[in-house]
C-alpha cells in the first residue's frame, strides 16, 4: 500500500536516455528511418505520439500505402519503393491480402519490437528542443500521457519525421508554409489564391452490412443540408468508403497546424452528416442494413511546414526528371494539388499532373539548411509547395527516409554531420550502403567494391532466350489499344507476330514505339507504322515487321490500335521483366501549367494481365547471368535479371573464383514484382506472395556441399549470415521453386567477408 501526505507539488517521473539517433515521429518515414539506422548498428531511440505505428498507413487514419506506383494508372512500371517499405508491404501481402489496417499495424510494431537497437516510446508526445547552440540540437523533452512520465533524450544527431515538424520548429530550423509564387522556381502549376495554398486534412469512415436493417440517429452537431453544401454530392454513395472518400477535405484556408482540432471537428461534422444523407435522405436504400461501424478519431493530415535543405525540389525538377549526384530515393505520383476548400468547393476534388516517369530525389532534400544535426523525414522534406503535392505520399516518404537512417549511421561512424555526406566519397558510400538495402536510387551506379560477387565469373545451367510467348486459353478484346513491352537491343527492331481474331473482315493499325527518354515507360515516340488487312477468323497471325533501328537497350512496345471487331490471344506464362500494356486515356492540360501531354499505357492487375501470345525473331537474349552484378536489382530500360529457361527444372547460378574467397554473408535480390502498388489497406489482392518470386533456394561451395537452404522465401531481399565463415572457390544457388508458375530469376548475388 502507497500512502503520501500533502505536500507543496509533485513532480512527474522523469526518464533520461542517452542515444546515438533520436528519431521523432512513428509514421512509416519515422519507422523505416528508424529501422534502417538500428539495423545499420545504431542505438535509436523511436518517438511517437500516437498509440501504433504508421501514421497516416495505420488503423488510425486507414490511408493506403502508396508511391510510384500510382495504383498502376500512369507509365511508372516496375516503380514501387524498393528497400525496407518494400518489406513491410510484401509482408503485409503475405499476411494481409485483404487490406486489414489493424493487422498492418501489427507487422510495423513487430518489425521495430524485434529490433533491439531501437527503444520505442509511443503516446509520447515532444514539446521542447535544448540546444548546444544556435545550430545544434542537444536533446528533445517529451511527455508521455500513459505512464505519466517525462523523457529526456539527448543524442548526437536527430531526424524529424513529426509530419508537422515540431523538432525542427522549435529548434529553429528554417521552414516554408504555404505556396511559393510561381516565379520563385518557374512552376507554372504554383496555384493562385483563389485555388488556396494549402491542402487540408480528410476523415474516413466504413460502413458494415449486419444483415438486417439498422436505423441511425446523427448526433446534433451533424452536418445539414448535405446537397447544398457540398457541391460534389452527387458522388456519395453507399458503397465508397475508407480512403476511397479522400476528398471528404477540409482546413486548407486554415492553419493545418494550430487549428487541426478545429479542421477535425469540422470533418467529423461533415462525415456524420454525410451519413446521415446516406442513411436518412430515402436516396439510398442500398442503406438499409448498413451500419457506420468505424469513424477516424483523428484526420489524415495532408500538409504544413516543409523545411529547408540545401536544395529545395520543384516542379521542373519533377516534370524534366532532372538527375541529380546526390540522388538517394525517388518519387513517381502526379504533382497532386487540391483545392483548399475540400469538400465544400465546387471545385473538382484534385488537380493530378503527372511526368513521364520517375523522377530522382536529392540527400541535400533531407536535412536542414541551419540546424547542423537535423535530418528531415516524411512530407516535411525540402520541396516546394507544387513538388510537395507529389513527395507527401506515404511510399514516397517512406523511401527517402530509410535513406536518413542509413545517413545517420555513417555519420555516426564517420564523426560527420549531415551536410558532410552531400558531395565525394562520403555520398558515394551512402549510395553504396543504400544499394546494398535494396534501395533503387534512379540513374546512379556504384561500384559496391567489398563485394566479392563483382570478382566472380557468372554462369547458369540455362539462360532464357525469349522466342516465343506461348498462346493460352484468353483473349482480349481490343477496345483499347493494346501492346506487349519487350526488352530489346540496339539493331534492327526484332520483328514480332501476335494472333488475331477478327469477326468481321477488318483493318488494323500497327505501331512500333519507345520512350523518348530510354529509362522511362511511356510509349511517346512512335518509330514506324503499317496498317493492315484482317479477314474473318480466328488466331491469324499478324506480324510486326519494320526497318526500324533501336538505338540502345530499351523497351520497345509492338502496339496494335483499338478495333472492336478485333481481339488478341494471351499468354498464361509471366515473365521477370515482360509486360503487355494498354492504353488507358490521355493526359492533356487544357492551359499551360508547365506539364507535358501523353499517354497512359499501364497493365492490367493480376489475376488479369497476362502477355500478349507472341513469336520474337530474333529471339530476345537479355535475360543474362551477368545481369546479376550490374547493380540494377529491378527492371528499368532492360529486365536486369537472370531468368532460367523455362524448361529448366534445376535452376541454377554460379559464381566461381580463380581462388578461395571467404565469404561470411550473402545478400540474394529476388523478383517480388515491383509493378504492383501493394496498397496496405481497403483494396485487397488476389494473392498473398508474388508468382515470380523464388520460394526455395540452395546454396552450395564449390563441392555440392550444402552451406544454406530456405524453403519458405517471400521477400525481394533474402541475406543469409553463415554462422562459420564459408571458404570456396565456388557459390552455387538452385532455385527449386517460385511462388508460381514461372521460370526461377534473381536480380542480384553480393558476397561479403
Not at 54 to 61: D, I, L, P, Q, R
Not at 263 to 288: C, H, M, Q, T
Not at 550 to 579: H, K, W
Not at 686 to 709: N, S
Request: charged share 20%.
Amino acid at each position: 500500500m502507497l500512502v503520501q501526505p500533502p505536500v507543496a507539488n509533485r513532480a512527474l517521473r522523469n526518464i533520461t536516455i542517452d542515444t546515438q539517433f533520436c528519431v521523432v515521429g512513428g509514421g512509416l518515414a519515422g519507422t523505416c528511418c528508424a529501422l534502417a539506422a538500428a539495423r545499420a548498428g545504431l542505438h535509436v531511440v523511436l518517438i511517437q505520439d500516437r498509440p501504433v505505428l504508421g501514421g497516416n498507413a495505420s488503423s488510425e487514419v486507414r490511408l493506403w500505402v502508396l508511391g510510384a506506383t500510382a495504383h498502376m494508372s500512369n507509365n511508372n512500371r516496375w516503380a514501387r519503393e524498393g528497400g525496407i517499405v518494400d518489406e513491410v508491404l510484401v509482408e503485409n501481402m503475405h499476411r494481409n491480402p485483404e487490406g486489414n489496417a489493424l493487422v498492418f499495424d501489427t507487422i510495423l510494431l513487430e518489425k521495430v519490437a524485434e529490433e533491439p537497437n531501437i527503444t520505442l516510446l509511443l503516446n509520447t508526445a515532444v514539446f521542447d528542443v535544448e540546444k548546444h547552440d544556435a545550430h545544434r540540437i542537444a536533446a528533445v523533452r517529451a511527455f508521455c500521457s500513459q505512464n505519466a512520465t517525462m523523457y529526456h533524450v539527448s543524442a548526437p544527431l536527430f531526424c524529424d519525421a513529426s509530419g508537422d515538424g515540431i523538432v525542427g520548429f522549435m529548434s529553429g530550423a528554417a521552414f516554408r508554409m504555404g505556396a511559393e509564387a510561381a516565379e520563385e522556381f518557374g512552376e507554372k502549376f504554383a496555384p493562385d489564391e483563389s485555388y488556396g495554398q494549402l491542402l487540408g486534412h480528410s476523415m474516413y469512415f466504413y460502413s458494415k452490412d449486419t444483415g438486417r436493417p439498422v436505423r441511425f440517429v446523427a448526433p446534433s452537431f451533424a452536418l445539414k443540408n448535405i446537397e447544398k453544401e457540398i457541391p460534389r454530392f452527387g458522388h456519395f454513395n453507399a458503397q465508397a468508403i475508407g480512403c476511397r472518400l479522400w476528398w471528404i477535405e477540409y482546413g486548407g484556408r486554415l492553419d493545418t497546424v494550430h487549428d487541426s482540432e478545429k479542421i477535425k471537428w469540422e470533418l467529423w461534422r461533415v462525415v456524420y452528416g454525410v451519413w446521415d444523407y446516406i442513411k436518412n435522405s430515402g436516396k439510398f436504400p442500398d442503406a438499409a442494413n448498413l451500419t457506420l461501424e468505424w469513424v477516424s478519431t483523428i484526420p489524415g493530415k495532408r500538409e504544413s511546414r516543409r523545411f529547408e535543405g540545401d536544395y529545395i525540389l520543384n516542379q521542373c525538377d519533377i516534370i524534366e526528371q532532372r538527375a541529380f549526384d546526390d540522388t538517394v530515393s525517388f518519387g513517381g505520383w502526379s504533382i497532386d494539388l487540391h483545392p483548399a476548400d475540400g469538400v465544400y468547393s465546387p471545385r473538382h476534388g484534385c488537380d493530378q499532373w503527372h511526368p513521364k516517369g520517375i523522377y530522382p530525389i536529392p540527400y541535400r532534400c533531407m536535412y536542414s539548411r541551419n540546424i547542423a544535426n537535423l535530418f528531415i523525414a516524411g512530407r516535411i522534406i525540402s520541396a516546394s509547395h507544387v513538388a510537395f503535392g507529389s513527395t507527401r505520399v506515404i511510399g514516397t516518404c517512406a523511401h527517402g527516409a530509410q535513406a536518413v537512417g542509413l545517413a545517420a549511421a555513417q555519420c555516426l561512424r564517420g564523426n560527420l554531420l549531415p551536410r558532410d555526406l552531400s558531395t565525394g566519397k562520403p555520398l558515394r558510400q551512402l549510395q553504396c550502403h543504400l544499394l546494398r538495402l535494396g534501395q533503387y536510387m534512379p540513374g546512379v551506379r556504384v561500384t559496391d567494391e567489398e563485394d566479392l560477387a563483382q570478382r566472380a565469373t557468372v554462369t547458369a545451367s540455362s539462360a532464357l532466350i525469349l522466342a516465343e510467348l506461348i498462346p493460352g486459353k484468353e483473349r482480349i478484346k481490343l477496345d483499347v489499344a493494346w501492346g506487349q513491352m519487350l526488352p530489346v537491343k540496339p539493331g534492327k527492331a526484332p520483328r514480332v507476330t501476335v494472333y488475331a481474331t477478327a469477326l468481321e473482315a477488318t483493318h488494323v493499325e500497327l505501331q512500333l514505339r519507345i520512350s523518348s527518354r530510354f529509362e522511362n515507360h511511356s510509349p511517346d515516340i512512335t518509330l514506324a507504322s503499317k496498317t493492315i488487312a484482317i479477314p474473318v477468323g480466328e488466331d491469324q497471325p499478324v506480324t510486326f515487321d519494320f526497318d526500324a533501328v533501336i538505338d540502345q537497350p530499351r523497351y520497345a512496345f509492338y502496339c496494335i490500335m483499338a478495333n472492336l471487331n478485333v481481339s488478341l490471344r494471351l499468354c498464361e506464362q509471366r515473365i521477370t521483366g515482360v509486360l503487355s500494356v494498354g492504353h488507358r486515356g490521355t493526359q492533356s492540360p487544357q492551359s499551360d501549367v508547365g506539364v507535358e501531354t501523353f499517354e497512359f499505357w499501364p497493365p492490367r492487375r493480376r489475376p488479369a494481365g497476362q502477355n500478349l501470345a507472341c513469336r520474337v525473331d530474333p529471339p530476345l537474349d537479355v535475360f543474362t547471368p551477368t545481369n546479376v552484378l550490374n547493380g540494377l536489382d529491378r527492371p528499368t530500360f532492360q529486365p536486369n535479371a537472370w531468368v532460367a529457361a523455362l524448361d529448366d527444372t534445376a535452376a541454377t547460378l554460379t559464381l566461381t573464383w580463380p581462388q578461395p574467397q571467404r565469404i561470411s554473408r550473402v545478400v540474394l535480390m529476388f523478383d517480388p514484382d515491383y509493378d504492383h502498388p501493394m496498397e496496405s489497406a481497403l483494396w485487397g489482392h488476389p494473392e498473398r506472395d508474388m508468382p515470380l518470386c523464388v520460394q526455395q533456394f540452395r546454396i552450395t561451395d564449390a563441392t555440392g556441399k550444402p552451406v544454406h537452404e530456405c524453403r519458405d522465401n517471400h521477400q525481394a531481399r533474402g541475406e543469409i549470415i553463415f554462422e562459420h565463415p564459408v571458404t570456396t572457390t565456388a557459390l552455387n544457388i538452385a532455385c527449386l521453386q517460385s511462388h508460381g508458375p514461372c521460370p526461377a530469376a534473381i536480380f542480384a548475388v553480393r558476397c561479403y567477408t
